[in-house]
């Protein structure tokens, strides 16, 4: 499905409760696989900076529910510098886009500093529009998203299904690298969020497997409940 000529894909969000993570997890690693970034069956870490405007409209756009909105974030794998990845996902009511470039350490290092200029020669369109956000709309970090990954792949629909484990905001630092960066856990340690995205269709196997009939679907953000934590420490 497209909408602007961008691709969409559907995303579906749960709240699980211990119990539910346990079994709806040995069903799904018994079908298929991990995704090849797995370090091992605890998946891997993901940790993202976000940015926001100066009225927050990546926030309060989420927490009002509006239809079109996107947030800017940069994200690296395992604490490693070796993938550094620039992302804007889309949000166009219950689809989803994402668009990424890669990003060098020099250039994330420029950026936290406040010199955008290793950006403004930049052909990409992405670069080119968080560039203007930066200079002209005045978006800076706002919040570290930490947390680890399990996922599961299924190449009919491109289907990824997704654990999503010990969330945490960064609170004394925006600096995603930087090793005296304190993490602090937002959620109640037992609470996974699943995330099932797929793209036109979600084959009849997956939705056998990948169904919590225990919790409902939620509106979850991670950013959102992340900069609620930030805001407490950060002052913008």
Not at 158 to 185: C, H, Q, W
Not at 204 to 229: G, M, T
Request: hydrophobic fraction near 35%; aromatic fraction near 12%; proline fraction near 3%.
């Amino acid at each position: 499905m497209k909408f602007l000529g961008r691709k969409l894909r559907h995303e579906l969000k749960y709240y699980l409760h211990p119990q539910e993570y346990i079994t709806l997890r040995q069903r799904i690693a018994a079908l298929l696989p991990l995704d090849s970034h797995a370090l091992d069956q605890n998946g891997y870490g993901i940790r993202s900076l976000y940015f926001d405007g100066p009225q927050d409209s990546a926030l309060f756009n989420k927490s009002n529910g509006i239809f079109r909105r996107h947030k800017y974030r940069i994200r690296i794998y395992n604490g490693s510098d070796r993938m550094i990845k620039l992302e804007r996902k889309h949000k166009f009511g219950e689809y989803v886009n994402k668009e990424s470039a890669s990003l060098g350490k020099d250039e994330y290092d420029q950026i936290l500093l406040g010199d955008f200029s290793c950006l403004q020669s930049s052909t990409i369109p992405l670069v080119k529009d968080f560039y203007g956000a930066l200079v002209h709309e005045g978006y800076s970090p706002a919040a570290v998203v930490d947390y680890m990954r399990e996922a599961y792949v299924y190449e009919h629909g491109d289907v990824r299904i997704t654990f999503d484990k010990r969330l945490a905001a960064g609170i004394n630092s925006y600096d995603m690298f930087d090793p005296g960066l304190i993490l602090t856990e937002t959620l109640d340690s037992t609470r996974t969020i699943m995330e099932v995205k797929y793209n036109e269709y979600l084959p009849d196997i997956i939705r056998l497997l990948a169904n919590p009939h225990a919790s409902n679907r939620s509106a979850i953000s991670k950013y959102v409940i992340c900069r609620e934590i930030a805001k407490q420490h950060f002052k913008r």
